[in-house]
């Protein structure tokens, strides 16, 4: 009777270790899945810190690469010589030039070449100033040929080409401003000075300053 007594609390007692062993293997099991858990979301937070650094890294140099393209551009400008004039805008239309649309000499400039605006835009000047062919850079327009005259356009003013009346009255006005002399000319100017300009502005073999 003892001998059956004694056998049944040694397996009461080895069903309790079992038991208590596989709860406890089971609560380690939780917690390593847990922990397992818990450091993929640690690296997928980091993985997306490291990101937004890079994005924000890269967004930064190419400001920066910008900014320093636009002074590199500021400073190679100031090799050229200066002038102050008094600019102010002007078109083809009849406002400006008595002339309209179906006039034969509309959007034509004393160089007998037509009117334009762009990377190189027209430019009306005293010749005694600025002969035929002179370019210039004027800051907030951009690079300019003298190309035409005008009959209010006398000693340091210089008129600049718009193709629209709003334009002018928006874009620029009249104001005193600096002009850089990149060139000046020699009296004439022909469609190949026009290409040949062009292709120099649009290459950057002359300093050019980016706009948005």
């Known amino acids: 009777m003892r001998t059956a007594i004694r056998n049944f609390l040694i397996l009461v007692i080895c069903l309790i270790a079992i038991v208590c062993t596989a709860v406890l293997t089971q609560s380690i099991w939780h917690e390593d ?18 990101k937004s650094i890079e994005v924000t890294s890269s967004s930064d140099s190419v400001e920066l690469a910008s900014y320093q393209d636009e002074q590199s551009a500021e400073v190679a400008f100031r090799r050229f010589p200066t002038r102050t004039v008094l600019a102010t805008g002007y078109t083809a239309g009849y406002e400006s030039t008595g002339k309209t649309e179906d006039h034969p000499q509309y959007g034509i400039t004393y160089s007998g070449l037509q009117v334009q605006r ?10 005694n100033q600025f002969p035929l ?15 035409d005259i005008g009959g209010a356009i006398k000693g340091n003013k210089i008129d600049l080409y718009y193709e629209e009346v709003d334009d002018v009255y928006n874009n620029w006005g009249k104001k005193e401003v600096e002009v850089y002399v990149i060139e000046e000319g020699d009296g004439s100017v022909t469609e190949a000075d026009l290409n040949q300009w062009e292709q120099a502005i649009s290459t950057e073999t002359v300093p050019v300053i980016q706009t948005n």
């Open 33 to 50: 899945d847990y922990k397992v858990a818990e450091e993929a979301k640690e690296q997928q937070l980091t993985n997306l810190t490291n």
């Open 118 to 127: 762009g990377s190189l835009s027209t430019i009306a000047a005293d010749l």
């Open 133 to 147: 062919g002179t370019v210039l850079y004027i800051p907030d327009y951009g690079y300019g040929i003298v190309m």
